[in-house]
């Protein structure tokens, strides 16, 4: 079994301290949601891909 990578173990971090954050600091937790999408973007292996779908060409809606 392979361990998690540090984005997804920081992204993990950065989303529970949010909701910790959420009721009396919302405006951090927006930023803390924010930090934690873009450790899982930087992780790679999380971000889901739809088959048949590119990130660069517009599809039909």
């Known amino acids: 079994m392979t361990e998690p990578s540090i984005y997804l173990l920081q992204s993990e971090a950065n989303e529970e301290s949010a909701k910790i ?3 009396d600091f919302p405006e ?3 930023i803390m949601y924010f930090y ?3 450790h ?3 992780d790679g292996s999380s971000v889901p891909v739809m088959p048949n779908m590119s990130l660069f060409t517009p599809q039909p809606i």
């Open 40 to 42: 899982l973007i930087n």
């Open 21 to 23: 954050a959420q009721k």
């Open 36 to 38: 934690a999408a873009l």
């Open 28 to 30: 951090w937790a927006i």
